[in-house]
């Protein structure tokens, strides 16, 4: 086991690569599940499992990209043609696309926010996992992410939701740090 210090360090370290900046290779199939292995090791109350994963790989990264293209289209007709390129250039960079899905049917006992939740850590501890596999990730949404059309395409049920579209690869160069809030500016005690 690493030592707590090695964690953190690890921790630290994550950061997103533009989707633009990934490259070959990306994840093979069985670095996927093991990434994914760590991903569904997160808090979910009643043991829902309120989440699931679909990959995007190869040719129907390209595919995806001219049906999301056309949806595009279909859902507003005054879209720009630059809007337009964009979906079908913004999936051909990573060589791997997971798409994070939430399932938020109904339920007696387990409130929607709170599967919602544990779907949203399962994409954290993805994207922390592909780090320590050796890639790196970004984690988008934008209207595809929101539309029901979208959904319909990727097979979605009525309940299930886009959360993210999560890009991996190998970054083609390093990525600067960003500037990190300050935790001591986030925390207040409370006092009764």
Not at 109 to 127: H, T, V
Request: net charge neutral; with cysteine.
């Amino acid at each position: 086991m690493p030592s707590p210090m090695d964690a953190l360090a690890a921790l630290d370290a994550r950061r997103s690569v533009p989707f633009m900046l990934l490259q070959e290779p990306g994840p093979d199939r069985a670095t996927l599940l093991r990434i994914l292995a760590s991903a569904v090791r997160v808090p979910d109350h009643g043991r829902r499992v309120p989440f699931r994963f679909l990959s995007i790989r190869g040719e129907a990264r390209r595919v995806f990209g001219e049906r999301l293209a056309a949806r595009h289209r279909e859902a507003d007709p005054a879209a720009s043609e630059s809007a337009i390129a964009k979906d079908l250039d913004r999936y051909l960079h990573a060589p791997v696309i997971v798409v994070l899905v939430a399932r938020l049917g109904p339920d007696d006992k387990i409130p929607a926010q709170e599967r919602l939740l544990s779907a949203g850590c399962a994409g954290f501890a993805l994207l922390q996992a592909a780090q320590a596999t050796g890639f790196r990730g970004c984690w988008l949404t934008g209207w595809a992410a929101y539309d029901r059309g979208v959904a319909a395409l990727l097979g979605l049920d009525g309940d299930e939701h886009v959360i993210g579209f999560i890009h991996l690869g190998t970054p083609k160069r390093d990525v600067a740090e960003r500037e990190r809030p300050d935790p001591a500016t986030l925390l207040a005690e409370w006092t009764p």
